[in-house]
């Protein structure tokens, strides 16, 4: 597969406990932001997304915080499970950019401990 | 549906080579995009189409070129392959705004090496 996993930081977690993956976004007048899920070999997928007017959103097993204070998003997992194992991203878009404008982050590589 | 497809899935090319990096997407797709993904890195839009016939720069598009003469095929091609050319290449396609614009539909990469 891709060697998109290496040099990323690296979180670890037994199955079952809950998982929390952390992203800093760079502009605070960005207005959307977006989870990606990249497992090895495959592009990337959704999970879920949030608009800078809310401060959380909840999704199946996964929650989105947006601190829109300190320019911070987080990805709680709930459960976590063997299949979550996966480079994860976020992605944010500037107000009034177009959808061709997101600005993706580096990936933090989740690896699920059975 | 098969979604957004890419092929080849693997390429080494000798530098100075060109060839051309496949998509297709069946889902009725009007914007599509062309990323690249360093080891380590964010992804970086290389091009982007918001239809047929239509095309744009995105960050990163020196060395390729693009063309959409359909909405469900939007190719890319390398002339005179570089080593800096040597990463994962993305595809994705989305709706028009405001419907869902931002959720990006992925395919699964083209592993390109340049030597």
């Known amino acids: 597969g891709e060697s998109v996993g290496l040099h990323l930081p690296t979180l670890s977690v037994q199955e079952g406990d809950n998982s929390i993956i952390n992203c800093a976004y760079s502009?605070?007048?960005?207005?959307?932001f977006i989870w990606y899920k990249q497992e090895s070999g495959k592009g990337p997928q959704f999970i879920i997304d949030i608009r800078s007017n809310m401060d959380k959103r909840q999704g199946q097993r996964v929650t989105v915080l947006l601190n829109k204070t300190v320019k911070h998003l987080s990805l709680q997992i709930a459960a976590t499970q063997p299949g979550d194992s996966a480079v994860y991203f976020c992605a944010e878009k500037r107000k009034g950019a177009g959808s061709y404008q997101l600005t993706f982050g580096k990936g933090t590589k989740l690896s699920v401990i059975p | 549906n098969a979604g957004v497809t890419q092929t080849p899935k693997f390429r080494i090319l000798k530098i100075g080579q060109s060839m051309t990096l496949q998509c297709t997407q069946d889902m009725n797709h009007n914007y599509m995009y062309w990323y690249r993904q360093d080891p380590g890195m964010g992804l970086k839009l290389i091009y982007y189409?918001?239809?047929?016939?239509?095309?744009d720069k995105g960050e990163v598009p020196n060395g390729y070129n693009v063309s959409r003469s359909t909405t469900e095929d939007f190719p890319l091609r390398l002339e005179l392959a570089a080593p800096s050319q040597t990463s994962v290449y993305f595809c994705a396609s989305s709706y028009p705004p405001p419907a869902r614009a931002y959720e990006q539909y992925f395919g699964p990469g083209t592993r390109l090496t340049v030597t």
């Open positions: 502009n605070s007048a960005s207005d959307y």
């Open positions: 189409s918001v239809g047929a016939g239509i095309t």
